[in-house]
């Protein structure tokens, strides 16, 4: 995640992406990491607003899965899940019987535009 620590999308967000951290810390292949984009040189060009969530695949460069939040804050861990076991096969493969349950409050997947 790309972050403005002055944010309160993502002040509102973080909560749930650090519950979504420690859910797959046991998960080799994949780190849930936080970059403060004010205090790091990174190409803003691609981060239009924060928080910004990009995965990066394994074996592939240059080929991260954007997503943005565009309307409001993500509050939910279960969207970040979903999010991961559509898009990640180790989180795919570390939770094969997870049931994600596909209502959630306040908030819907419908925030994540993906964009390559």
Same mark, same amino acid.
């Given at each position: 995640m790309f972050y403005d620590p002055a944010d309160h999308a993502t002040e509102e967000t973080l909560p749930a992406w650090k519950e979504l951290a420690e859910h797959v810390s046991h998960v080799p292949d994949l780190v849930i990491a936080q970059i403060d984009h004010t205090k790091?040189?990174?190409?803003?060009? *691609?981060i239009e607003h924060v928080p910004t969530f990009k995965l990066f695949p394994k074996g592939k460069q240059n080929a991260a899965l954007h997503h943005e939040l565009e309307e409001a804050p993500h509050k939910h861990v279960n969207a970040f899940k979903r999010w991961?076991? /559509? *898009? /990640?096969?180790?989180?795919a493969e570390a939770f094969p019987d997870e049931e994600i349950p596909a209502e959630i409050s306040d908030s819907d997947d419908t925030m994540f535009n993906e964009e390559l």
């Open positions: 790091n040189d990174i190409d803003r060009e *691609n991961l076991k /559509s *898009n /990640s096969v180790a989180y």
